[in-house]
């Protein structure tokens, strides 16, 4: 039971990332600053990669695999945040691989015999993270051709992740 609650904990580190991450990255706040957004998606991604390596540990096969890669893509996205010299390639690239990673973990639900709510919920919440990575990606490359949409991509991109990382969390804690 110590192991599914600690597991629990993990993913709950990571939709609270999520969170965070997506309001660094809706504009318009009254009451975040403009200057902040960067520092709330610094912050949200950074919570994503400890939950994402921290879940390493109770994982096997593609699962690990998968949340390794996620935590790797996170570690991208903040590098990018941070630096200037090619910062938007690295955003768009650590996003792909976090859309790779969630791929990769969604393996070991699917072929689960079992067929409860947790299960369920779990399936869904991967989905929706890999389409929030995507989105978050596409938006990225957008934004490097110039496109003016892409902020509003990137807007419902950060919020679909952030709740499959929420039905993920529900997931472990049915």
Not at 46 to 63: I, M, P, R, W, Y
Not at 69 to 98: F, Y
């Amino acid at each position: 039971m110590d192991q599914q609650m600690t597991e629990a904990g993990y993913l709950g580190i990571n939709a609270l990332g999520t969170i965070v991450a997506a309001i660094g990255a809706t504009p318009g706040h009254a009451i975040i600053p403009d200057q902040w957004k960067n520092d709330f998606s610094i912050i949200g991604n950074a919570l994503q990669a400890a939950g994402n390596t921290g879940e390493v540990g109770f994982s096997t096969g593609l699962d690990a695999v998968g949340d390794g890669t996620q935590a790797l893509g996170n570690s991208l996205v903040i590098h990018g945040l941070i630096t200037q010299k090619d910062g938007l390639r690295t955003i768009m690239i650590g996003n792909w691989l976090q859309a790779l990673g969630g791929t990769l973990t969604l393996q070991a639900p699917l072929v689960d015999e079992e067929r409860d709510w947790a299960t369920i919920l779990s399936i869904i919440g991967n989905l929706l993270q890999i389409a929030g990575n995507s989105l978050q990606a596409a938006s990225v490359a957008l934004q490097r051709t110039g496109k003016t949409n892409a902020d509003q991509i990137n807007l419902a991109g950060g919020w679909v992740q952030a709740l499959g990382a929420s039905l993920s969390y529900l997931s472990a804690t049915t």
